[in-house]
């Protein structure tokens, strides 16, 4: 399982920069407003969960993940928000209790993704709203995509996170097929960042985040150097900005 018990800040440096403006979109496509009530499963530190506070208030936002800092880090950051340590296969939870479920860049790493949607299912009430979205990474349209360029091409077996559940089209949709779901609306959402440095995009890989991070962490000090050195090869000159795209799902309860 990829590393997610880490330091808030050290996860809002490595993917916030890109999930805080997945965020709007996804409430967006979800039609999140005020007078519901909504679950954010999997929160991470907060991209998702911030949103959905500014669009329906605290009291009215609940959230969910396995990862204990994360959500020490939330209690801190969006007081007023019930914040569970909770895997989106076990939601602790009644039937029908949320007008609107949302998972953001969780799914693929769901130990059930199936199981993990159909919960988010059995949640949310009757014609309420369930989304979810994974980065593009089978299609190479990811923040990660110039990282695993640079990895294969060193390493040409390296496993990347291409694989992995709801990263490639119509994957997504197939898997809220399997949970249940009847008719699937999927889409892909655009994002892009700007970084002002090659150090700044680089440091956040040396976190241990993630697969990309324990990948990192796993390479001795040379190799880790080269991967560095290959990176800024493959990513244009500083200043510059990365577009990712993620594949998105939209259903009915």
Known sequence: MP?????ADAYDRFMGVYSRRLAPQLADLAAVRAGQRVLDVGCGPGALTTELVARVGAGAVVAVDPSRSF????????????????????????????????AQLVVHFMADPVAGLGEMRRVTRRG????????DHAGDRSPLTPF??????????AHDESGLPGARERHLAELFGAAGFGEVEETALKVSVEHRSFGEWWEPFTLGIGPAGS??????????????????????QAPFTLIAYAWTVRAIA
């Open 71 to 102: 959500v020490d880090a939330l209690r801190q950051r969006c007081p007023g928000v019930e914040v569970e340590p909770a895997a989106a296969e076990e939601l602790p939870f009644g039937d029908g209790a949320f007008d609107a479920a949302l």
């Open 148 to 157: 695993w360029q640079a990895v294969r091409a060193i390493s040409p077996g």
């Open 215 to 236: 990948y990192v962490a796993g390479l001795s000090d040379e190799s880790r150097a080269e991967l560095r050195e290959r990176c800024r090869e493959v990513v244009p």
């Open 3 to 7: 590393q997610f018990e880490v330091a």
């Open 128 to 135: 309420g709203v369930v989304a979810a979205c994974v980065w």
